[in-house]
């Protein structure tokens, strides 16, 4: 059962931050499948084929896995078909549950890292088990200090707490991506093969919880601003992207728009429209272009857009021919 061995370390990673958020809904095992949903920015179906315990061959939904990759949301389902064969290996003793639980708080070291599913439950267990013992008092300062001295943290409980994103809580995260490149990028301005995969991370927790949650809350426009901001600022890096992870992080953008094409009012798909038609002026990298070109030309299907598309469409033809593109 070494599934893992089929993914690159840093999907799994995301894969087992996916399990433990509780991502994995609906899982369905059979004997030769394994059938479940992966909520994430987008919900998407995975299906994976068994032989003798053996993962054979795997499916999901995400556009990542179209081009033949295997996913985190394959990796999340995988995690979760693991815990419960593991469940099901422990012999059953209801009388006996909430001592375990007890025993496993106490046993677990709070800082020892959760290398295992097993782990991550233990802990978990441990540290609700210290918090839970606290005093209000104590865990109220000890928050504020927290939140005092880190800006990332102290914007997403912000938000957490108002439920609607303002004009400067979209700025404050502006600074906080642009804070986050600056510190990738270093001395000689380039990140490198072993620091991408880190610098997109925290680009792509941006999106997974605070994104996510503004779309949730409503805050449609402002959760737009964000992610084109990290949209605009992938190809605006100096970077070795050899591990693919600039167009992982574009898919995921794109069907966020795809999603927030779905929910916004006409006054605010309309601002969607003129933004995304305003960067076809090379503000973009030619290859990020194309993500904003799809989405004008097949989505935007009202009549009223219809002449804007049509437009569009005449300057860009325009443009690839002053370029020698195109003849004219």
Not at 78 to 89: F, P, R, S
Not at 185 to 212: C, P, S, T
Request: glycine share 4%; aromatic share 10%.
């Amino acid at each position: 059962m070494n599934w893992q061995k089929l993914f690159a370390s840093h999907i799994l990673e995301r894969g087992y931050d996916y399990y433990c958020d509780g991502a994995v809904e609906n899982i369905e095992i059979g004997r030769d499948d394994i059938r479940a949903d992966v909520v994430g920015t987008e919900d998407y179906e995975v299906e994976i084929s068994l032989n003798d315990g053996k993962v054979t061959d795997m499916y999901c939904s995400c556009p990542y896995a179209a081009g033949g990759n295997n996913c985190k949301h394959m990796a999340a389902v995988l995690y979760e078909w693991t815990a419960d064969i593991m469940d099901e290996d422990e012999p059953e003793d209801t009388d006996n549950e909430d001592m375990d639980n007890d025993a496993d708080a106490e046993s677990m070291d709070l800082f020892e890292p959760a290398v295992t599913v097993c782990d991550y439950k233990k802990k978990s267990a441990a540290v609700e088990k210290l918090v839970t013992s606290a005093e209000r008092d104590i865990v109220q300062a000890f928050l504020v200090s927290v939140l005092a001295e880190d800006k990332k943290l102290l914007l997403r409980f912000r938000n957490m707490v108002n439920k609607c994103a303002t004009k400067e809580d979209v700025e404050d995260y502006f600074e906080q991506i642009d804070e986050i490149a600056d510190r990738y990028l270093g001395r000689d301005h380039f990140i490198n093969y072993y620091q991408a995969y880190d610098f997109m991370l925290e680009l792509e927790e941006i999106i997974d919880k605070d994104v996510r949650r503004m779309i949730d809350n409503g805050s449609h426009i402002s959760a737009f601003h964000v992610m084109n901001h990290i949209f605009v600022l992938l190809g605006n890096v100096d970077m070795d992207d050899s591990g693919g992870e600039t167009s992982m992080l574009a898919e995921q953008i794109y069907q966020l728009w795809l999603e927030l094409l779905t929910k916004v009012n006409a006054q605010d798909k309309r601002k969607m429209f003129i933004w995304f038609t305003t960067h076809m002026d090379g503000s973009v990298i030619d290859y990020l272009e194309e993500y904003i070109e799809q989405i004008i030309m097949e989505e935007f299907k009202e009549p009223e857009y219809e002449q804007d598309k049509l437009s569009f469409m005449e300057e860009m033809i325009e443009k690839a021919e002053k370029k020698g593109y195109i003849m004219p």
